[in-house]
């Protein structure tokens, strides 16, 4: 009882803004104080990609928690944990297209058509944007309940895309021990929403989510 009162508290959500903007702050930070190792650029796209994955495996995580602990509260969260992984996504591309590209936006388009595992990235990223623009209650008013529902599934492939991408660019170094940790935990998190499907199927009753689809996607 004490945790489900403390997640409705008033200053709860603010608390989660906070932490969900520390590792942005300590990349900053890490920059400005030159302690991003021996190639700066590539430490800064990597861990914005491994955010990325975080927060997005975060965000997938929310409705299970919530319905195993039986804790409504947690869908309080769940928004803004999706777009924080939509900040962070676009962190990594932006680092990518300045720190490796110049900004040159031909070479770019280039890059993407010719390196399968940035052609992927990229279409996650595409896919994640219509996901973020339409996280608000005016977009999902206008779009309707149903509408919403569905294209916000999305995010199901953007994670499959996340994690493909995360394989391909470990595969030139043969080091993938952290692509099955994500892997095994997104397995996890889709699997149980799979689960959770055919059984409401099979007894025929409705979603299990319980919440408006203004409380958020996943």
């Known amino acids: 009882m004490g945790a489900a009162k403390a997640l409705l508290h008033p200053a709860a ?5 906070l932490l969900a903007l520390l ?4 990349l900053v930070y890490a920059a400005f104080t030159n302690n991003l190792g021996a190639n700066p650029a590539e430490h800064l796209i990597r861990s914005l990609g491994d955010w990325t994955l975080r927060f997005l495996c975060l965000t997938l995580a929310i409705t299970p928690l919530r319905v195993v602990t039986k804790t409504p509260a947690l869908a309080r969260f769940r928004r803004m944990l999706g777009l924080f992984t939509y900040f962070y996504v676009v962190l990594h591309l932006l680092g990518y297209a300045w720190f490796d590209m110049g900004l040159d936006f031909a070479d770019i388009a280039k890059d993407i058509a010719k390196r399968p595992f940035i052609l992927v990235g990229f279409a996650g990223f595409v896919l994640l944007t219509p ?14 309940a149903r509408r919403w529902q569905l294209l916000h599934k999305l995010v199901y492939c953007v994670a499959g895309l996340g994690i493909l991408h995360f394989f391909w660019m470990r595969a030139g170094k043969n ?4 692509v099955a940790v994500y892997a095994a935990i997104l397995t996890v998190l889709l699997g149980w929403r799979v689960v959770q499907f055919a059984r409401l199927r099979s007894a025929g ?5 319980g919440q408006p689809p203004s409380r958020a996607r996943g």
């Open 175 to 178: 080091n993938f021990a952290e």
């Open 23 to 26: 590792p942005f702050a300590w």
């Open 205 to 209: 009753a409705p979603r299990a989510s």
């Open 13 to 17: 959500k603010p608390a989660v803004f």
């Open 131 to 144: 996901l973020a623009a339409t996280s608000f209650n005016r977009a999902i008013k206008a779009l309707g």
